[in-house]
């Protein structure tokens, strides 16, 4: 009688064990991805375009550039995924294909705070004041120095960092990385980070107020 419980008692541990590992295989795995640049110049517009209207079948772009994959779609693909919150932390913003991104999620609902250092966003070409003028949440450093990060956190489990100003001369031209990943203690430092910058630029503080292109 005990053979035969304790061969019930391994038959159950054997399929608890396999039960244990069938749902950890089936877990997507943190992304770990690490962006180069400068970008190979491919068309975006069909990607910006399925992230506008889900499903709607797309228009052949006339424009001359190549379709393919790159660091940039990369990019923009990752930052398309959020669909609760979107924080960005920008010493300087004027690429048209990101910022036509976060107008997108803006749109969709998704909840984005945009952290930007004031000289940057007074520069020719800036997308600070059409995010602006689109209603999303922009504040701005007051001080000597620059606010001089470059991170972005996508619904507060990933985060995207490193040397990228997003820049159409960064995307196109630099040598520039990005490191994208899913990881709590580093999500949350970043995210500590971001939230500090927020209540310390609060506007109730400002002192002057940059004239930012639109």
Known sequence: MRGAWAGLAAAAAALGLALAVSVWRRRPRPVREV??????????????????????????????????????????????????????????????????AVQLLHRRGVRVRVVTDA??????????????????QVRHDQESGYMHHKFAIVDGRMLLTGSLNWTTQAIQS?????????????????????????????????????????
């Open 35 to 100: 962006l180069f640049f400068p970008s190979q110049l491919v068309c975006t517009e069909a990607l910006l375009a399925e992230a506008a209207a889900p499903g709607a079948g797309s228009r052949p772009c006339p424009c001359p550039l190549p379709r393919g994959d790159c660091a940039l779609s990369r990019l923009l693909r990752r930052l398309l995924s959020a669909r609760r919150s979107l924080e960005l932390c920008l010493f300087a913003f004027s690429s048209p294909q990101l910022a036509c």
């Open 174 to 214: 630099n040598r520039e990385n990005v490191l994208v990943l899913e990881d709590e203690e580093y999500v949350k430092a970043f995210l500590d980070e971001f939230e500090r910058i927020w209540e310390e630029f609060d506007p109730r503080n400002y002192r002057s107020f940059p004239k930012d292109n639109k």
């Open 119 to 136: 000289q940057s966003m007074a520069m020719k070409g800036s997308q600070i004041g059409l995010l602006r003028h689109a209603g999303i």
